[in-house]
């Protein structure tokens, strides 16, 4: 890589690495706020519910002013908000305020997918290998935000917690703002055209687009964020309630063991995520989605039966569950560059956040109204219900 190569993957993988620290962070929070502020999960899920559909909803406008703009600012101006939000929720008095800095959360970092990848693929010149550095960083933040999260709350309390993680975020953006780069260094190896000029073109755009079968990718992709966001807001919580996670927690003094079951799962991914690239160049990413919901399926009913029976169980259960979880993400980011014309492939990965991280919000609430009024096996019911449909959308591709 060259110079600018190094500069622009640089700025990336900071920023990546920040808006999956704080995403998988929230959880372990949820579970201390539960608490303190006499709430339900049904009314924290919504707020969290919120906060994320945020987070996938921004994508799309984000990904037009990033055309527009460019990159680098609005990537400084995410991982500032992001910070800024953090702070905010150090000093919130009530769940209210909690949900006003999560939406201050989920506007600021909807920001970095649209804006990082078109900086990475317009910029660099080993576009591969910047995106595979791109994707490693994620996979640190998913697995270090939940744990430096867990281990910072053995000193400290939540609120200082909350600052000890946003205040690395400002210096950040200041950092980001300071690093020289050219963001069309590469573009002839970028987008194949550029952003639509009006809302009838992204109408227009977007229509082709959906008339294909990309609309079953669409749903493949949806079904994954419900899942994704079903299976993680509460888990901490859940596994806490095991009673043999509470006896080991009072013999053993470790306050909530269970944030660190979670903060494993999570590490675990960082393998499913490198596998699922692995088998996305061997096998029709069709096929392998569609094996890989199928398990999940058969995951989520069977999750909360072998957990409950004793520690073993619990750690290999929510190994397997933390690799599958991810082992379909670069299988359906392969579908969405098979299944999307090139004109139209910047609005499809917009499309594609949107799904994930908008409509798969929904999972949060999905989870808290099902663990308030009903049970959680009514939960991983549900949870097993959206990956029996993504592997029949899966093998519908496979037919089509």
């Known amino acids: 890589m060259n110079r600018n190569d190094r500069a622009i993957v640089g700025v990336a993988m900071l920023a990546h690495a920040l808006v999956h620290t704080y995403e998988l962070s929230i959880p372990i929070l949820v579970t201390i706020w539960l608490t303190e502020f006499s709430t339900t999960t049904a009314e924290l899920g919504l707020v969290v519910t919120v906060g994320m559909g945020l987070f996938g909803l921004g994508a799309l406008p984000a990904g037009v ?29 009530s769940v209210l305020v909690i949900a006003l800095a999560l939406v201050c959360w989920g506007v600021a970092a909807s920001v970095y997918h649209p804006a990082g990848l078109s900086l990475i693929s ?19 933040g998913i697995a270090a ?26 210096v950040a953006a200041g950092l980001v703002l300071l690093v020289s780069v050219d963001e069309s260094a590469h573009e002839a190896g970028g987008k194949a055209s550029g952003p639509p000029s009006s809302w009838r073109a992204f109408l227009d755009t977007s229509k082709t687009l959906f008339a294909g079968a990309f609309v079953l990718v669409f749903g493949i992709v949806m079904m994954s964020g419900l899942y994704y966001r079903g299976v993680l807001t509460f888990l901490p919580e859940l596994l806490s309630d095991l009673d043999f996670v509470q006896s080991f927690a009072a013999d053993s003094g470790i306050d909530s063991p269970a944030r660190y079951v979670y903060s494993g799962l999570l590490a675990v991914g960082v393998l499913g995520q490198y596998a699922g690239g692995r088998l ?7 096929r392998g989605i569609a094996i890989a919901f199928g398990v999940l399926a058969v995951l989520a009913v069977a999750f909360m039966p072998l957990a409950g029976i004793g520690a073993v169980p619990l750690l290999a259960v929510s190994a397997v569950l933390g690799f599958f979880l991810f082992v379909v993400q670069p299988m359906y980011q392969a579908l969405v560059a098979e299944y999307s014309p090139p004109e139209t492939r910047g609005i499809s990965y917009g499309f594609t956040y949107l799904g994930v ?21 009514a939960l991983f019911l549900a949870l097993a219900a959206f990956a029996a449909i993504a592997s029949v959308l899966g093998f519908r591709l496979v037919t089509n």
Not at 80 to 92: E, N, Q
Not at 122 to 140: P, S, Y
């Open 280 to 286: 996305t160049d061997r096998m029709p990413p069709e």
């Open 65 to 93: 002013l990033a055309d527009h703009v460019g990159s680098k600012p609005l990537i400084a101006a995410c991982v500032a908000g992001m910070g800024a939000s953090f702070l905010l929720l150090s000093v919130a008095p």
């Open 357 to 377: 991280f908008g409509v798969g919000a929904l999972g949060a609430a999905v989870a808290g109204g099902l663990l308030t009024y009903a049970t959680p096996f």
């Open 122 to 140: 317009t910029g660099v010149t080993e576009r591969g290998r910047g995106l595979a550095f791109h994707g490693i960083a994620g996979n640190v």
């Open 145 to 170: 935000g939940p744990l430096a999260t867990s281990l910072l709350l053995l000193a400290f309390d939540w609120r200082t917690v909350a600052v000890v993680l946003g205040v690395p975020a400002l």
